[in-house]
């Protein structure tokens, strides 16, 4: 493939989930040096390539604040071709950007943002550890982004929560359609061993109501004009992540930052930072 994409690793969130077994931590002493070597690391990676998406996961992008990300973003415009049409997302999380922040990641080039809202209650809010927000947080940051410009949004929602029941799980579809999004990915609580929530030993529903669950959000999303285009991923016509599908499709890309894979000729490499204690904090605290 001629054309390139490039994913971004930000190690940090507002708090941790209970559930969750990703490169992040709530610590930002780090930050300003971890944004140094990821501009060092942007700057230092050759290519030719056309980039055709680049995506901002964590973690918390916006944790780190818009002007960071504006900053890192610079430099990958600076150094590297981007398609006229290059899809630049930047995963948020409710309650870490404002409006203001939100105009200036737009202004800077971002266009898509996806946004983990997972439910629509708070009790499975809670019992997933996701104390950091609420649900109109969620909603917030979604209306802040369309006012911001973002004309394609995308929200996370999940399913197989403990305590959730169809009802609950359809009042979350209800309230995440409701808001619009051109894209919705609806993941599967997995519980991962060493995380809080895997510890708490929790009362999960059975695999037969997970799998309905999963039918009823295919159905419900269908009805609603979302296209699911692979397992977990649902978009209204033309808003398929470019990004996603490289990754569903075998494609080649570039990951720059802790903990970052690459697939390079169907050979995965996973990048490790050697900075001073940037990497040994963020990776002694995952
Ligand atoms: S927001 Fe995402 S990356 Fe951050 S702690 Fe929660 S699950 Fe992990």
Redesign the pocket.
């Known amino acids: 493939m001629s054309d390139e994409a490039l994913y971004i690793h930000i190690p940090y969130?507002?708090?941790?989930?209970g559930?969750?077994d990703?490169c992040?931590s709530p610590d930002l002493s780090t930050v300003d040096s971890y944004v140094a070597e990821l501009i060092r690391r942007v700057k230092a990676y050759k290519t030719d390539k056309v980039v055709k998406s680049v995506y901002f996961g964590?973690?918390?992008p916006t944790y780190i604040g818009a002007e960071r990300l504006c900053e890192i973003l610079r430099a990958v415009k600076e150094n590297h071709a981007l398609s006229d049409d290059c899809e630049v997302t930047a995963e948020a999380?409710p309650g870490t950007v404002g409006l203001r922040g939100l105009e200036t990641m737009r202004k800077a080039g971002f266009n898509r943002l996806s946004a983990?809202i997972q439910t629509a209650n708070e009790k499975e809010l809670k019992a997933l550890g996701?104390v950091s927000h609420t649900v109109k947080d969620g909603e917030t940051l979604v209306k802040n982004a369309r006012n911001a410009g973002f004309e394609n949004i995308s929200l996370d929602l999940m399913y197989g929560i403990p305590g959730q029941t169809p009802g609950s799980l359809d009042e979350s579809l209800d309230f995440v359609i409701s808001l619009m999004p051109e894209h919705i990915s609806a993941y599967a609580l997995r519980l991962e061993e060493n995380t809080p929530l895997y510890k708490q030993n929790p009362v999960l529903p059975d695999d037969d109501t997970v799998a309905d669950m999963y039918a009823q959000i295919n159905k419900k999303l269908k009805a609603n004009g979302y296209e699911r285009y692979e397992i977990s991923n649902f978009a209204k016509p033309g808003y398929e992540s470019r990004h996603n599908l490289r990754y569903w499709q075998g494609g080649d890309y570039t990951g720059i930052g802790v903990s970052a894979a690459s697939l390079i000729a169907n050979v995965r490499y996973c990048q490790r930072l050697r900075l001073s204690q940037t990497s040994d904090t963020v990776k002694a605290r995952t």
Do not use: E, L
């Not at 969130?13 to 989930?17: A, G």
């Open positions: 969130c507002r708090s941790k989930c559930y969750c990703f992040s964590g973690g918390t999380n983990g996701r």
